[in-house]
């Protein structure tokens, strides 16, 4: 599967931004999907995940009542809406599916988005 992520960008702080992962050469429907952000200087962090039917979700605390993962297989894309972002979640954000499982676990995503950039200001 390839994927490719949209939707990032400049927003000031307490704002919002949703971001689109989209998927090609494979349905989405057979992959736990997953958000990921690297800020510079950081490693890799887990944002979100949602099972391959949507009937799951898991977030990281950071981000847990301000974020909210999504999927519509009809449409091969997954979403990240973020609400009252802060300056913290500056970084690139990556989507990422995984065949295997359904985990916070960045080991386990076997295809990766090129990530889009969201910058929020104070």
């Known amino acids: 599967v390839q994927l490719q992520a949209y939707g990032g960008g400049l927003v000031q702080a307490g704002g919002s931004l949703r971001l689109s992962c989209v998927a090609s050469?494979?349905?989405?429907?057979?992959?736990?999907m997953g958000w990921f952000r690297q800020s510079p200087g950081k490693e890799r962090e887990f944002v979100a995940a949602?099972?391959?039917?949507?009937?799951?979700?898991n977030y990281a605390d950071s981000v847990k009542g301000r974020f909210i993962i999504s999927r519509d297989n009809a449409k091969n894309t997954m979403y990240l809406q973020m609400n009252s972002l802060k300056p913290e979640d500056t970084a690139v954000y990556y989507c990422?599916?995984?065949?295997?499982?359904?985990?916070?676990?960045?080991?386990?995503?076997?295809?990766w988005g090129q990530g889009t950039e969201v910058t929020v200001s104070s």
């Open positions: 050469k494979r349905t989405l429907s057979s992959y736990t």
């Open positions: 990422a599916a995984d065949l295997s499982g359904y985990s916070s676990d960045r080991g386990t995503y076997e295809f």
């Open positions: 949602i099972s391959r039917s949507g009937g799951n979700t």
